[in-house]
């Protein structure tokens, strides 16, 4: 495991000498235009686990994706060996359907200290949720991104990330009133406590996302990737390309559904990802948006 390695894999070329913002959101936005968000592991026959050995030669060497257990986790070690003030966090989702967060510390993030200001970074939530850059730890600043204006707020007891966003243009007529589409134009997506973790703290929750037939995550094969307009993604046999046009006041949503043998190219020539084992898709009805 080496900086260099995993510098290489995101595509990173800049200095990282400087422990500064500057680096950090550089650093950052690479890793979340190169590695996808995906739980394919749990549709392939493959187990995921919360060890940092595994995960790097996952994610950097084999060149795949990871859901958020992963993806922050590994970013994490990076931070620290870059030598950052880094510090685990655990957060709760937001279900949209329930109108609840769910009682789970299921999504891991990581708060940086840089010259006295506190951030937030999180490279592996996907989909139109995901931040193009740490976030400053104020409450209720609007912090303007590529997807849409985000906010933390802290309420006393948890601070609560949520975003307002712009409204969906969906091409294919047949496809706008998927339950994929968002319509909330505000909406929640985690809550979390500044309470430092550890890793142990997300061991059983990872099993529980992986094996619990109640779970998004078994429920749904998924797989996202951002680019510099917008992100694609994978849901299932949905495949959908999204571009921001903030100057419109939309998101343009291009979605088509494909076929079996039409997955391993997708996955190839738009994700860069190629599986050891067949992916079997999956899209039971759960809350997930794009």
């Avoid at 790097?56 to 060996?81: A, D, M, Q, S, T």
């Avoid at 609840?100 to 951030?119: Q, R, T």
């Avoid at 990330?161 to 294919?172: I, Q």
Wanted: glycine share 6%; proline share 4%; hydrophobic share 40%.
């Amino acid at each position: 495991m080496n900086l260099e390695e995993y510098f290489k894999r995101i595509g990173f070329h800049g200095s990282y000498d400087k422990l500064d913002f500057a680096t950090l959101k550089s650093v950052h936005r690479q890793h979340i235009l190169s590695v996808p968000f995906e739980n394919l592991g749990i549709h392939c026959g493959e187990r995921i686990v919360m060890d940092l050995e595994v995960i790097f030669n996952k994610i950097v060497r084999n060149k795949r994706g990871g859901w958020c257990l992963e993806n922050n986790y590994l970013f994490g070690w990076v931070l620290r060996e870059m030598g950052f003030d880094t510090t685990t966090l655990s957060s709760r989702v937001f279900n949209s359907v329930l109108n609840e967060f769910i009682p789970l510390d299921s999504h891991l993030i990581n708060k940086i200290v840089i010259d006295g200001k506190a951030y937030i970074a999180d490279v592996s939530f996907g989909v139109s949720s995901q931040i193009r850059e740490p976030l400053e730890l104020i409450s209720g600043k609007d912090q303007p991104q590529a997807a849409g204006v985000f906010r933390v707020i802290d309420q006393g007891d948890k601070w609560v990330l949520e975003k307002t966003g712009r409204e969906p243009h969906v091409l294919n007529p047949e496809r706008a009133n998927i339950s994929l589409v968002n319509r909330n134009l505000t909406k929640m997506i985690y809550c979390f406590t500044l309470v430092p973790r550890e890793v142990d703290h997300f061991w059983e929750v990872s099993d529980k996302l992986q094996t619990d037939p109640a779970s998004l995550f078994t429920n749904k094969s998924i797989l996202s990737l951002q680019t510099p307009t917008g992100f694609k993604a994978l849901i299932g046999w949905t495949y959908s390309e999204v571009t921001y046009k903030p100057e419109e006041g939309v998101d343009v949503m291009d979605m088509r559904e494909v076929t079996d043998d039409e997955i391993e190219q997708i996955l190839r020539e738009q994700f860069n990802l190629k599986l050891q084992n067949k992916l079997t898709p999956v899209s039971n009805k759960a809350w997930y948006t794009l």
